[in-house]
């Protein structure tokens, strides 16, 4: 059985239509690709996903109906959000940040330690005295400390110094290797995306145009929905 199984997801903000009939399935295990020229609707997908938007279709995971829930429920049902932007809690520090939504499971202070060292370096700074690249770190920390089935991280590299961009897909790659999390992701660097994903979704004004096996992605299909 499927993980998370969204079928013909329609989406609006206010009067303004925004997913016309978004499909993706991922299993268990598996990385999605989330793909698409910005303001195709990715973003979108993804608070649909997480109940941040009302919206129609077919939206389960783990076998249940999420437009029945609750965003914070949703998140308790074991989606991890990394959102875009990285929203840290500014005023508090890296181990209150940390451990603010933190869930009993493998995913603790230690094993975020071993992940990204430099958190357990700053643990008493305030979030906003952290670098972008650290903040953004620590975002997916929080996330992962939640222990969900799935992490959804939504543009976790954008506008990141490329070394930093290396360490969070070295970070990515490290939790697929070790855990086997389900993760979906949306970012803009088919390179890094086709060395960890599985699947790939590829989203044109607010619907899904292509979904498949992430080395099925032919260079015709890239020029034509995911390059600039």
């Known amino acids: 059985m499927s993980l998370l199984k969204v079928e013909n997801l329609t989406a609006s903000y206010g ?6 009939g978004v499909d993706l399935t991922l299993n268990a295990g598996e990385v999605c690709a989330l793909m698409g020229r910005n303001g195709m609707g990715k973003s979108t997908t993804v608070k649909a996903i997480c109940r941040m938007i009302d919206a129609s279709g077919n939206l389960t995971f783990s076998g249940k109906n999420l437009h029945k829930l609750a965003s914070h429920n949703v ?4 989606v991890g959000l990394v959102p875009e932007g990285r929203r840290c809690f500014r005023d508090l520090t890296v181990e209150e940040n940390l451990i603010a939504a933190a869930r ?4 603790d202070l230690k094993a975020i330690a071993r992940l990204f060292p430099r958190l357990e370096e700053r643990k008493g700074q305030r979030a906003a005295s952290l670098s ?3 903040q953004q770190m620590l975002a997916i920390g929080r996330a992962l400390m939640t222990n969900p089935q799935l992490l959804v991280l939504d543009e976790a590299t ?3 110094a490329p070394i930093v961009r290396q360490e969070i897909w070295a970070a990515i ?7 086997g999390m389900s993760i979906l992701l949306i970012d803009k660097s088919l390179r890094e995306l ?4 599985d699947n790939a979704v590829i989203l044109a004004r607010g ?3 292509w979904a498949g096996k992430m080395d099925a992605l032919t260079p015709e299909l890239t020029a034509q929905y995911v390059g600039v």
Do not use: Y
Not at 15 to 20: K, N, Q
């Open 15 to 20: 009067r303004t239509p925004a997913l016309f």
């Open 132 to 134: 972008g690249g650290e």
């Open 75 to 78: 998140a308790r049902l074991g």
């Open 158 to 160: 954008e506008g990141l």
């Open 207 to 209: 619907k899904t145009v």
């Open 173 to 179: 790659t490290q939790i697929k290797r070790e855990t």
């Open 104 to 107: 009993s499971g493998a995913w």
């Open 194 to 197: 086709s060395s960890v994903a």
